[in-house]
Protein backbone atom coordinates (compact mmCIF):
# COMPACT_ATOMS: atom_id res chain seq x y z
CA UNK A 1 0.00 0.00 0.00
CA UNK A 2 1.33 3.22 -0.76
CA UNK A 3 -1.58 5.85 0.32
CA UNK A 4 0.16 5.92 3.94
CA UNK A 5 -0.58 9.35 5.29
CA UNK A 6 2.68 12.16 5.36
CA UNK A 7 3.61 12.76 8.99
CA UNK A 8 5.27 15.89 10.48
CA UNK A 9 8.20 13.95 11.85
CA UNK A 10 10.81 13.18 9.24
CA UNK A 11 11.75 9.31 8.57
CA UNK A 12 14.57 7.58 10.63
CA UNK A 13 16.88 7.71 7.28
CA UNK A 14 16.00 10.90 5.82
CA UNK A 15 18.91 13.10 4.50
CA UNK A 16 19.02 16.28 5.91
CA UNK A 17 20.24 19.37 4.58
CA UNK A 18 23.40 20.60 5.64
CA UNK A 19 23.44 24.18 6.99
CA UNK A 20 25.17 26.42 4.94
CA UNK A 21 29.19 26.75 5.29
CA UNK A 22 28.55 30.14 7.08
CA UNK A 23 27.03 28.37 9.70
CA UNK A 24 28.29 25.37 9.58
CA UNK A 25 31.58 27.27 10.78
CA UNK A 26 33.61 24.94 10.10
CA UNK A 27 36.36 26.17 7.64
CA UNK A 28 37.92 23.63 5.01
CA UNK A 29 40.69 24.47 2.94
CA UNK A 30 40.71 21.84 0.24
CA UNK A 31 41.29 23.52 -2.99
CA UNK A 32 43.47 26.77 -1.18
CA UNK A 33 46.92 26.70 -3.12
CA UNK A 34 49.74 25.93 -0.69
CA UNK A 35 52.29 27.44 -2.44
CA UNK A 36 50.45 31.18 -3.45
CA UNK A 37 48.63 30.68 0.31
CA UNK A 38 52.36 30.84 1.82
CA UNK A 39 53.36 34.32 0.88
CA UNK A 40 57.14 33.51 2.63
CA UNK A 41 57.90 30.82 -0.11
CA UNK A 42 58.37 32.51 -3.29
CA UNK A 43 60.16 35.68 -2.14
CA UNK A 44 62.71 33.46 0.02
CA UNK A 45 63.40 30.96 -2.63
CA UNK A 46 63.88 33.35 -5.03
CA UNK A 47 66.51 34.60 -2.91
CA UNK A 48 68.45 31.66 -2.99
CA UNK A 49 67.86 30.61 -6.79
CA UNK A 50 68.16 33.84 -8.18
CA UNK A 51 65.60 35.25 -10.79
CA UNK A 52 66.92 33.06 -13.67
CA UNK A 53 66.88 29.26 -12.06
CA UNK A 54 63.35 30.63 -9.71
CA UNK A 55 61.50 31.90 -13.21
CA UNK A 56 61.85 28.51 -14.94
CA UNK A 57 60.27 26.62 -12.15
CA UNK A 58 57.59 28.91 -10.95
CA UNK A 59 55.14 27.75 -12.84
CA UNK A 60 55.44 24.41 -11.35
CA UNK A 61 55.56 25.54 -8.69
CA UNK A 62 52.11 27.39 -8.19
CA UNK A 63 51.03 23.86 -10.04
CA UNK A 64 52.23 21.46 -7.56
CA UNK A 65 50.80 23.97 -5.06
CA UNK A 66 47.11 23.81 -6.31
CA UNK A 67 47.45 20.13 -6.51
CA UNK A 68 48.59 19.45 -3.30
CA UNK A 69 45.65 20.79 -1.44
CA UNK A 70 43.08 18.79 -3.52
CA UNK A 71 44.32 16.47 -6.01
CA UNK A 72 47.34 14.83 -4.19
CA UNK A 73 45.35 15.34 -0.92
CA UNK A 74 42.87 13.69 -1.34
CA UNK A 75 44.92 10.86 -3.11
CA UNK A 76 47.00 10.85 0.06
CA UNK A 77 44.13 10.53 2.09
CA UNK A 78 42.53 7.46 0.75
CA UNK A 79 46.24 5.73 0.48
CA UNK A 80 46.78 6.40 4.08
CA UNK A 81 43.11 4.61 5.26
CA UNK A 82 44.37 1.99 2.87
CA UNK A 83 47.72 0.40 3.60
CA UNK A 84 49.53 -1.74 1.35
CA UNK A 85 49.17 -5.58 1.72
CA UNK A 86 51.62 -8.35 1.58
CA UNK A 87 50.78 -11.62 -0.56
CA UNK A 88 52.81 -14.34 -0.30
CA UNK A 89 50.91 -17.16 -3.10
CA UNK A 90 48.94 -17.21 -5.80
CA UNK A 91 45.30 -19.35 -5.20
CA UNK A 92 47.53 -22.56 -6.58
CA UNK A 93 49.97 -22.07 -3.90
CA UNK A 94 53.23 -20.15 -6.83
CA UNK A 95 55.15 -18.40 -4.41
CA UNK A 96 54.92 -14.74 -5.67
CA UNK A 97 56.26 -12.13 -2.54
CA UNK A 98 54.28 -9.40 -4.23
CA UNK A 99 52.66 -6.34 -2.35
CA UNK A 100 49.59 -4.74 -3.68
CA UNK A 101 49.55 -0.97 -3.34
CA UNK A 102 46.40 0.93 -3.13
CA UNK A 103 45.49 2.55 -6.57
CA UNK A 104 45.76 5.88 -5.40
CA UNK A 105 49.09 5.69 -3.88
CA UNK A 106 50.38 3.87 -7.24
CA UNK A 107 48.65 7.52 -8.56
CA UNK A 108 50.77 9.46 -6.02
CA UNK A 109 54.07 7.56 -7.25
CA UNK A 110 52.99 8.58 -11.13
CA UNK A 111 52.98 11.93 -9.74
CA UNK A 112 56.57 11.83 -7.53
CA UNK A 113 58.35 9.41 -9.89
CA UNK A 114 57.49 10.07 -13.24
CA UNK A 115 56.07 13.87 -13.40
CA UNK A 116 57.94 15.73 -10.93
CA UNK A 117 60.95 13.22 -11.23
CA UNK A 118 62.40 14.21 -7.53
CA UNK A 119 64.45 10.61 -7.41
CA UNK A 120 66.07 11.26 -10.80
CA UNK A 121 66.26 14.99 -10.95
CA UNK A 122 69.50 15.02 -9.40
CA UNK A 123 71.07 12.38 -11.20
CA UNK A 124 70.35 13.27 -15.18
CA UNK A 125 71.85 15.71 -17.34
CA UNK A 126 71.94 19.29 -16.46
CA UNK A 127 70.30 18.54 -13.29
CA UNK A 128 68.75 22.04 -11.26
CA UNK A 129 70.12 23.03 -7.97
CA UNK A 130 69.18 20.65 -5.42
CA UNK A 131 67.28 23.15 -3.59
CA UNK A 132 64.93 23.11 -6.24
CA UNK A 133 64.28 19.26 -5.80
CA UNK A 134 64.03 20.10 -2.36
CA UNK A 135 61.63 23.03 -2.64
CA UNK A 136 58.75 20.54 -4.63
CA UNK A 137 59.56 18.13 -2.29
CA UNK A 138 58.40 20.68 0.24
CA UNK A 139 55.16 21.17 -1.04
CA UNK A 140 54.43 17.74 -2.30
CA UNK A 141 55.04 16.65 1.53
CA UNK A 142 52.19 18.58 2.38
CA UNK A 143 49.84 16.00 0.78
CA UNK A 144 51.73 13.08 1.48
CA UNK A 145 54.46 11.78 3.64
CA UNK A 146 54.80 8.20 3.34
CA UNK A 147 55.78 8.17 -0.27
CA UNK A 148 58.82 10.88 0.53
CA UNK A 149 60.68 7.98 2.14
CA UNK A 150 60.76 5.49 -0.78
CA UNK A 151 61.48 8.74 -3.16
CA UNK A 152 64.39 9.81 -0.72
CA UNK A 153 66.05 6.56 -0.71
CA UNK A 154 66.03 6.54 -4.34
CA UNK A 155 67.94 9.57 -4.73
CA UNK A 156 70.16 8.64 -2.05
CA UNK A 157 70.63 5.18 -3.59
CA UNK A 158 71.51 6.72 -6.55
CA UNK A 159 73.97 8.90 -5.45
CA UNK A 160 76.42 6.17 -3.20
CA UNK A 161 76.00 4.29 -6.39
CA UNK A 162 77.36 6.89 -8.75
CA UNK A 163 79.96 7.60 -5.54
CA UNK A 164 81.20 3.94 -4.62
CA UNK A 165 79.77 1.75 -7.13
CA UNK A 166 82.11 0.12 -9.54
CA UNK A 167 81.68 1.27 -13.52
CA UNK A 168 80.03 -1.79 -14.60
CA UNK A 169 77.08 -1.33 -11.58
CA UNK A 170 76.48 2.14 -12.30
CA UNK A 171 76.05 1.53 -16.32
CA UNK A 172 74.17 -1.45 -15.61
CA UNK A 173 71.56 0.38 -12.80
CA UNK A 174 72.15 4.03 -13.21
CA UNK A 175 69.74 4.66 -16.63
CA UNK A 176 66.72 3.27 -14.57
CA UNK A 177 67.37 4.84 -11.34
CA UNK A 178 67.49 8.16 -13.18
CA UNK A 179 64.37 7.16 -15.10
CA UNK A 180 60.88 8.84 -15.42
CA UNK A 181 59.15 6.13 -17.50
CA UNK A 182 57.15 4.30 -14.43
CA UNK A 183 56.35 1.23 -16.51
CA UNK A 184 60.52 0.94 -16.29
CA UNK A 185 62.03 3.07 -13.69
CA UNK A 186 63.79 1.54 -10.39
CA UNK A 187 63.17 2.63 -7.25
CA UNK A 188 65.74 2.24 -3.94
CA UNK A 189 65.77 1.20 -0.31
CA UNK A 190 68.01 0.84 2.53
CA UNK A 191 68.03 -2.69 4.52
CA UNK A 192 70.36 -1.96 7.64
CA UNK A 193 68.58 -2.25 10.80
CA UNK A 194 68.29 -5.52 12.69
CA UNK A 195 66.93 -6.92 15.68
CA UNK A 196 69.88 -6.21 17.98
CA UNK A 197 71.80 -3.55 16.03
CA UNK A 198 69.12 -0.49 15.60
CA UNK A 199 71.08 2.44 16.47
CA UNK A 200 74.82 0.40 17.23
CA UNK A 201 75.37 -0.08 13.77
CA UNK A 202 78.44 -1.98 15.25
CA UNK A 203 76.36 -5.19 15.92
CA UNK A 204 74.68 -5.97 12.70
CA UNK A 205 74.80 -9.48 12.02
CA UNK A 206 73.92 -10.19 8.52
CA UNK A 207 76.74 -12.37 7.33
CA UNK A 208 77.92 -12.17 3.11
CA UNK A 209 79.47 -15.07 1.92
CA UNK A 210 82.38 -15.07 -1.21
CA UNK A 211 81.77 -17.80 -3.13
CA UNK A 212 82.93 -18.83 -6.82
CA UNK A 213 79.81 -18.51 -9.56
CA UNK A 214 79.47 -20.73 -12.36
CA UNK A 215 81.79 -18.76 -14.87
CA UNK A 216 84.65 -18.38 -12.16
CA UNK A 217 83.96 -15.06 -10.79
CA UNK A 218 83.16 -14.04 -7.67
CA UNK A 219 79.42 -14.03 -6.03
CA UNK A 220 78.82 -12.20 -2.70
CA UNK A 221 75.68 -13.93 -1.46
CA UNK A 222 73.98 -12.53 1.89
CA UNK A 223 72.51 -14.43 4.73
CA UNK A 224 70.34 -12.74 7.75
CA UNK A 225 67.21 -10.93 9.16
CA UNK A 226 66.89 -7.20 8.35
CA UNK A 227 64.33 -5.78 11.25
CA UNK A 228 62.78 -2.76 9.64
CA UNK A 229 62.76 -2.31 5.47
CA UNK A 230 61.03 0.80 4.50
CA UNK A 231 59.92 0.56 0.75
CA UNK A 232 60.57 -3.39 0.95
CA UNK A 233 59.89 -4.13 -2.57
CA UNK A 234 62.36 -1.89 -3.87
CA UNK A 235 63.71 -2.97 -6.90
CA UNK A 236 67.49 -1.86 -5.32
CA UNK A 237 68.61 -1.87 -1.69
CA UNK A 238 72.11 -0.68 -0.36
CA UNK A 239 72.58 -3.41 2.77
CA UNK A 240 75.08 -3.52 5.55
CA UNK A 241 76.63 -7.21 5.84
CA UNK A 242 79.85 -8.77 7.52
CA UNK A 243 81.96 -11.14 5.43
CA UNK A 244 82.88 -14.05 6.79
CA UNK A 245 86.26 -13.13 7.64
CA UNK A 246 86.29 -9.61 8.44
CA UNK A 247 86.66 -8.24 12.38
CA UNK A 248 83.94 -7.16 14.69
CA UNK A 249 82.76 -3.92 14.59
CA UNK A 250 81.71 -0.98 12.44
CA UNK A 251 85.32 -1.69 10.88
CA UNK A 252 84.10 -5.08 9.86
CA UNK A 253 81.11 -3.35 7.80
CA UNK A 254 80.62 -3.94 3.95
CA UNK A 255 77.93 -2.75 1.66
CA UNK A 256 76.44 -4.34 -0.97
CA UNK A 257 74.09 -3.63 -3.62
CA UNK A 258 70.53 -6.17 -3.66
CA UNK A 259 68.72 -6.41 -6.51
CA UNK A 260 64.92 -7.55 -6.38
CA UNK A 261 65.31 -9.57 -9.64
CA UNK A 262 68.47 -11.04 -10.29
CA UNK A 263 70.24 -10.18 -14.69
CA UNK A 264 68.38 -13.25 -15.86
CA UNK A 265 65.10 -12.23 -14.48
CA UNK A 266 64.95 -14.99 -11.62
CA UNK A 267 63.92 -13.58 -8.34
CA UNK A 268 66.67 -12.77 -5.59
CA UNK A 269 66.85 -15.26 -2.22
CA UNK A 270 65.24 -13.06 -0.26
CA UNK A 271 62.09 -13.38 1.29
CA UNK A 272 59.61 -10.26 2.56
CA UNK A 273 57.92 -12.12 6.01
CA UNK A 274 55.24 -9.87 7.03
CA UNK A 275 54.75 -6.00 6.46
CA UNK A 276 54.81 -3.63 9.80
CA UNK A 277 51.48 -2.08 11.25
CA UNK A 278 52.76 1.13 11.77
CA UNK A 279 52.09 4.44 13.55
CA UNK A 280 52.39 6.61 10.46
CA UNK A 281 53.25 5.96 7.23
CA UNK A 282 50.98 3.92 6.36
CA UNK A 283 50.54 4.48 2.65
CA UNK A 284 54.64 3.01 2.43
CA UNK A 285 55.24 -0.80 2.73
CA UNK A 286 57.60 -1.15 5.67
CA UNK A 287 58.49 -5.11 5.93
CA UNK A 288 60.65 -7.54 7.63
CA UNK A 289 63.17 -9.46 5.24
CA UNK A 290 65.25 -12.67 5.47
CA UNK A 291 68.18 -12.84 3.36
CA UNK A 292 68.52 -16.74 2.55
CA UNK A 293 71.34 -16.44 0.24
CA UNK A 294 70.52 -13.68 -2.16
CA UNK A 295 73.33 -12.58 -4.55
CA UNK A 296 74.47 -8.66 -4.01
CA UNK A 297 77.11 -6.77 -5.82
CA UNK A 298 80.00 -5.45 -3.05
CA UNK A 299 80.00 -1.30 -2.83
CA UNK A 300 83.26 0.01 -2.69
CA UNK A 301 85.81 -1.58 0.11
CA UNK A 302 85.22 -4.33 2.80
CA UNK A 303 85.60 -2.19 6.11
CA UNK A 304 84.51 1.14 4.48
CA UNK A 305 81.03 -0.01 4.12
CA UNK A 306 79.21 2.23 6.87
CA UNK A 307 81.15 5.22 6.09
CA UNK A 308 79.55 4.81 2.53
CA UNK A 309 76.51 4.30 3.68
CA UNK A 310 76.86 7.10 5.95
CA UNK A 311 76.48 9.64 3.22
CA UNK A 312 73.10 7.79 1.99
CA UNK A 313 72.16 8.37 6.05
CA UNK A 314 72.88 12.12 5.70
CA UNK A 315 70.99 12.62 2.60
CA UNK A 316 67.88 10.67 3.90
CA UNK A 317 68.30 12.75 7.09
CA UNK A 318 68.12 16.00 5.07
CA UNK A 319 65.25 14.66 3.30
CA UNK A 320 64.02 14.08 6.67
CA UNK A 321 64.70 17.52 7.47
CA UNK A 322 62.80 19.32 4.76
CA UNK A 323 59.87 16.87 5.35
CA UNK A 324 59.26 17.68 8.81
CA UNK A 325 59.58 21.91 7.04
CA UNK A 326 57.08 20.55 5.59
CA UNK A 327 54.66 18.95 7.55
CA UNK A 328 54.85 22.21 9.77
CA UNK A 329 53.70 24.38 7.05
CA UNK A 330 50.87 22.82 6.14
CA UNK A 331 50.05 22.29 9.85
CA UNK A 332 50.72 26.39 9.44
CA UNK A 333 48.45 26.41 6.92
CA UNK A 334 45.85 24.74 8.54
CA UNK A 335 45.82 26.61 11.40
CA UNK A 336 45.87 29.96 9.73
CA UNK A 337 43.39 29.30 7.80
CA UNK A 338 41.06 27.86 10.72
CA UNK A 339 41.40 31.11 12.65
CA UNK A 340 40.75 33.46 9.77
CA UNK A 341 37.83 31.92 8.96
CA UNK A 342 36.19 30.37 12.73
CA UNK A 343 34.12 32.78 14.61
CA UNK A 344 33.93 32.07 18.30
CA UNK A 345 32.41 34.06 20.86
CA UNK A 346 31.74 36.58 18.56
CA UNK A 347 34.98 37.84 16.83
CA UNK A 348 36.85 35.48 14.05
CA UNK A 349 39.84 33.14 16.11
CA UNK A 350 43.10 35.59 14.57
CA UNK A 351 41.74 38.31 16.48
CA UNK A 352 42.40 36.58 19.50
CA UNK A 353 45.67 38.21 20.99
CA UNK A 354 46.03 34.40 22.81
CA UNK A 355 45.42 32.75 19.35
CA UNK A 356 48.03 35.28 17.76
CA UNK A 357 50.51 33.85 20.02
CA UNK A 358 49.80 30.05 19.54
CA UNK A 359 50.18 30.41 15.73
CA UNK A 360 53.43 32.61 16.57
CA UNK A 361 54.75 29.77 18.42
CA UNK A 362 53.82 27.66 15.44
CA UNK A 363 55.08 29.69 12.44
CA UNK A 364 59.15 30.35 14.54
CA UNK A 365 59.57 26.52 14.18
CA UNK A 366 58.35 25.94 10.99
CA UNK A 367 59.76 29.17 9.38
CA UNK A 368 63.48 27.87 11.37
CA UNK A 369 63.41 24.51 9.79
CA UNK A 370 62.56 25.99 6.00
CA UNK A 371 65.38 28.46 6.34
CA UNK A 372 67.74 25.47 7.38
CA UNK A 373 66.86 23.09 4.84
CA UNK A 374 67.48 25.62 2.23
CA UNK A 375 70.73 26.78 3.37
CA UNK A 376 71.95 23.44 3.71
CA UNK A 377 70.42 22.37 0.14
CA UNK A 378 72.69 25.83 -0.91
CA UNK A 379 76.12 24.52 0.73
CA UNK A 380 75.14 20.89 -0.78
CA UNK A 381 75.88 22.04 -3.98
CA UNK A 382 79.07 23.80 -3.27
CA UNK A 383 80.23 20.62 -1.62
CA UNK A 384 79.36 18.11 -4.38
CA UNK A 385 81.70 21.02 -6.12
CA UNK A 386 84.71 20.63 -4.69
CA UNK A 387 84.14 23.15 -1.26
CA UNK A 388 85.49 21.52 1.51
CA UNK A 389 84.23 24.22 4.49
CA UNK A 390 80.64 24.17 3.12
CA UNK A 391 81.41 19.84 2.69
CA UNK A 392 81.83 20.50 6.28
CA UNK A 393 78.95 22.61 7.40
CA UNK A 394 76.46 20.33 5.47
CA UNK A 395 78.10 17.85 7.96
CA UNK A 396 77.05 19.34 10.85
CA UNK A 397 73.60 21.19 9.66
CA UNK A 398 72.61 17.86 8.23
CA UNK A 399 71.95 15.80 11.64
CA UNK A 400 71.33 19.50 13.12
CA UNK A 401 67.85 19.82 11.63
CA UNK A 402 67.15 16.05 11.55
CA UNK A 403 67.19 16.41 15.34
CA UNK A 404 65.36 19.72 15.95
CA UNK A 405 63.17 20.29 12.98
CA UNK A 406 61.69 16.57 13.84
CA UNK A 407 61.34 17.12 17.11
CA UNK A 408 59.49 20.47 16.44
CA UNK A 409 57.05 19.01 13.68
CA UNK A 410 55.38 16.90 16.61
CA UNK A 411 54.98 19.45 18.26
CA UNK A 412 53.41 22.18 15.70
CA UNK A 413 51.29 19.32 13.74
CA UNK A 414 49.81 18.66 17.28
CA UNK A 415 49.44 22.38 18.01
CA UNK A 416 47.57 22.98 14.41
CA UNK A 417 45.23 20.13 15.77
CA UNK A 418 44.06 21.71 18.56
CA UNK A 419 43.17 25.08 16.62
CA UNK A 420 40.92 23.28 14.29
CA UNK A 421 39.65 21.60 17.77
CA UNK A 422 37.72 18.59 17.94
CA UNK A 423 36.73 18.13 14.41
CA UNK A 424 40.99 17.93 13.79
CA UNK A 425 41.12 14.97 15.92
CA UNK A 426 38.77 13.16 13.11
CA UNK A 427 40.56 11.16 10.52
CA UNK A 428 38.20 12.73 7.76
CA UNK A 429 40.66 15.77 7.97
CA UNK A 430 44.48 15.86 7.81
CA UNK A 431 45.42 16.76 11.33
CA UNK A 432 45.05 13.34 12.64
CA UNK A 433 47.57 12.20 9.59
CA UNK A 434 50.04 15.08 10.02
CA UNK A 435 50.25 14.37 13.79
CA UNK A 436 51.10 10.22 13.20
CA UNK A 437 53.80 11.16 10.42
CA UNK A 438 55.32 14.05 12.50
CA UNK A 439 56.35 11.28 14.74
CA UNK A 440 58.38 8.96 12.83
CA UNK A 441 61.23 11.94 11.79
CA UNK A 442 62.84 12.20 15.25
CA UNK A 443 63.19 7.77 14.79
CA UNK A 444 64.40 7.04 11.82
CA UNK A 445 68.12 7.36 10.50
CA UNK A 446 68.70 8.24 13.73
CA UNK A 447 66.49 9.12 17.26
CA UNK A 448 67.03 12.10 18.71
CA UNK A 449 69.90 11.21 21.10
CA UNK A 450 71.75 9.37 18.58
CA UNK A 451 71.91 12.54 15.97
CA UNK A 452 72.48 14.98 19.33
CA UNK A 453 75.90 12.91 19.58
CA UNK A 454 76.56 12.80 15.68
CA UNK A 455 75.97 17.09 15.77
CA UNK A 456 78.90 16.76 18.59
CA UNK A 457 81.00 14.34 16.89
CA UNK A 458 81.22 16.61 14.18
CA UNK A 459 82.10 19.27 15.31
CA UNK A 460 84.94 17.81 17.90
CA UNK A 461 86.77 14.92 15.42
CA UNK A 462 85.68 16.74 12.24
CA UNK A 463 86.32 20.34 13.09
CA UNK A 464 82.88 21.13 11.09
CA UNK A 465 82.30 23.81 13.97
CA UNK A 466 84.86 25.36 13.04
CA UNK A 467 84.04 25.68 9.42
CA UNK A 468 79.95 26.69 10.42
CA UNK A 469 81.39 29.37 12.55
CA UNK A 470 83.76 30.92 9.84
CA UNK A 471 80.60 30.68 7.49
CA UNK A 472 78.32 32.41 9.76
CA UNK A 473 80.51 34.78 11.03
CA UNK A 474 81.12 36.03 7.07
CA UNK A 475 77.30 35.49 6.05
CA UNK A 476 76.19 38.27 9.26
CA UNK A 477 79.32 40.28 8.19
CA UNK A 478 78.54 40.62 4.42
CA UNK A 479 74.72 40.57 4.89
CA UNK A 480 74.43 43.84 5.56
CA UNK A 481 72.42 43.73 8.62
CA UNK A 482 72.13 46.84 11.25
CA UNK A 483 75.29 46.31 13.41
CA UNK A 484 73.24 46.09 16.73
CA UNK A 485 71.34 42.74 15.19
CA UNK A 486 74.60 41.33 13.26
CA UNK A 487 76.32 42.05 16.78
CA UNK A 488 73.45 39.82 18.87
CA UNK A 489 73.48 36.70 16.35
CA UNK A 490 77.26 36.49 16.55
CA UNK A 491 77.16 36.63 20.15
CA UNK A 492 74.57 34.05 20.53
CA UNK A 493 75.91 31.61 17.62
CA UNK A 494 79.56 32.10 19.72
CA UNK A 495 78.18 30.92 22.83
CA UNK A 496 75.77 28.08 21.74
CA UNK A 497 79.06 26.75 19.78
CA UNK A 498 81.55 27.07 22.86
CA UNK A 499 78.81 25.48 24.69
CA UNK A 500 78.80 22.61 22.37
CA UNK A 501 82.67 22.18 21.90
CA UNK A 502 82.37 22.01 25.87
CA UNK A 503 80.36 19.26 26.17
CA UNK A 504 82.00 17.26 23.05
CA UNK A 505 85.57 17.67 24.52
CA UNK A 506 83.89 16.49 27.92
CA UNK A 507 81.88 14.01 27.14
CA UNK A 508 78.65 15.33 28.74
CA UNK A 509 76.18 13.32 26.70
CA UNK A 510 73.62 13.87 28.75
CA UNK A 511 73.80 17.65 28.11
CA UNK A 512 74.23 16.99 24.36
CA UNK A 513 70.70 18.13 23.17
CA UNK A 514 70.58 21.07 25.33
CA UNK A 515 74.00 22.49 23.21
CA UNK A 516 72.59 20.95 19.81
CA UNK A 517 69.15 22.87 20.32
CA UNK A 518 70.95 26.06 21.01
CA UNK A 519 73.48 26.34 17.81
CA UNK A 520 70.35 24.97 16.08
CA UNK A 521 68.32 28.17 17.83
CA UNK A 522 71.44 30.13 16.88
CA UNK A 523 72.36 29.45 13.70
CA UNK A 524 68.51 29.55 11.91
CA UNK A 525 68.40 32.74 13.73
CA UNK A 526 71.23 33.71 11.93
CA UNK A 527 70.43 32.54 8.58
CA UNK A 528 66.88 34.34 8.96
CA UNK A 529 67.89 37.65 9.63
CA UNK A 530 70.41 37.55 6.43
CA UNK A 531 67.67 35.98 4.61
CA UNK A 532 65.51 39.21 5.29
CA UNK A 533 68.63 41.19 4.22
CA UNK A 534 68.55 39.68 0.99
CA UNK A 535 64.72 39.44 0.44
CA UNK A 536 64.41 42.85 1.08
CA UNK A 537 66.51 44.20 -1.92
CA UNK A 538 63.67 43.42 -3.82
CA UNK A 539 61.06 44.14 -1.34
CA UNK A 540 61.37 46.07 1.92
CA UNK A 541 60.60 43.38 4.11
CA UNK A 542 62.00 42.35 7.42
CA UNK A 543 59.64 39.48 8.56
CA UNK A 544 62.80 37.27 8.81
CA UNK A 545 64.74 39.83 10.82
CA UNK A 546 61.57 39.75 13.30
CA UNK A 547 61.61 35.98 13.49
CA UNK A 548 64.88 36.29 14.00
CA UNK A 549 64.98 38.48 16.94
CA UNK A 550 62.17 36.45 18.99
CA UNK A 551 63.99 33.65 18.27
CA UNK A 552 66.63 34.89 20.20
CA UNK A 553 64.45 36.38 23.19
CA UNK A 554 62.81 33.57 23.47
CA UNK A 555 64.96 30.53 22.61
CA UNK A 556 68.63 31.85 23.81
CA UNK A 557 68.32 34.05 26.58
CA UNK A 558 67.18 33.75 29.77
CA UNK A 559 63.84 34.28 31.33
CA UNK A 560 62.06 34.19 34.65
CA UNK A 561 59.35 31.46 34.18
CA UNK A 562 57.16 32.87 37.38
CA UNK A 563 57.47 36.57 35.57
CA UNK A 564 54.41 37.04 33.53
CA UNK A 565 54.25 38.66 30.32
CA UNK A 566 53.73 42.58 30.51
CA UNK A 567 51.14 43.40 27.82
CA UNK A 568 52.89 43.34 24.85
CA UNK A 569 54.10 46.82 23.34
CA UNK A 570 54.11 45.41 19.84
CA UNK A 571 51.17 44.37 19.32
CA UNK A 572 50.36 45.85 16.08
CA UNK A 573 54.26 44.19 15.17
CA UNK A 574 53.09 40.64 16.11
CA UNK A 575 49.76 40.93 14.41
CA UNK A 576 51.40 41.25 11.03
CA UNK A 577 53.86 38.29 11.89
CA UNK A 578 50.80 36.65 12.51
CA UNK A 579 49.08 37.37 9.36
CA UNK A 580 52.52 37.54 7.58
CA UNK A 581 52.28 40.41 6.44
CA UNK A 582 55.14 42.51 5.03
CA UNK A 583 57.18 44.11 7.79
CA UNK A 584 59.36 47.49 7.81
CA UNK A 585 62.86 47.58 8.85
CA UNK A 586 61.76 49.47 12.09
CA UNK A 587 58.77 47.50 12.88
CA UNK A 588 61.58 44.41 12.97
CA UNK A 589 64.09 46.45 15.10
CA UNK A 590 61.19 47.10 18.17
CA UNK A 591 61.26 43.43 18.79
CA UNK A 592 65.07 43.37 19.17
CA UNK A 593 65.78 42.26 22.53
CA UNK A 594 67.53 44.38 25.25
CA UNK A 595 71.23 44.24 25.11
Known amino acids: MNDRPAFATPARNATYASPAS ?17 PGFAPLLRSYLGDAAFRAIETQLVSLGQRASDELDTLALAADKHPPTLEQRTRSGEAIQRIDKHPDYVALE ?26 LTYLFVQAEFGLCCPVSMTDSLTRTLRRFGSPELIARYLPMLASQDFDTLYQGAMFMTEQAAGSDVARIATRATRERGANGEDVWRLYGDKWFCSNADADLAMVLARPDDAPPGIKGLALFLLPKKLPDGTRNSYRIVRLKDKLGSR ?40 RAAGLMRRAVTEALHVARNREAFGRKLIDMPLMQRQLLK ?23 HGDERAAKCVRILTPLIKFRACRDARRVTGDAMEVRGGVGYIEEWSDPRLVRDAHLGSIWEGTSNIVALDVARAAKREGALEA ?12 GL ?20 SVAECGRDESVRQAASALYHATTAAFMACEAAQVSRSAADYRRLALAHLLVRHKLLPRDPLALDERDENATTLRALVEEHVLPLDQAMQLMPAQ
Open 482 to 501: HATSAALLRRMFDRSGAALM
Open 283 to 322: SMASGEIVLEGAQAWLIGEVGRGFHQMADMINMSRLSNGV
Open 362 to 384: MMLPAEQARSMFMRIATLLARAD
Open 22 to 38: GAANIPDSRGINFYTSD
Open 468 to 479: LTQYVHEALTES
Open 110 to 135: RVAYAELGLAAMSHRANAPAPLVKYA
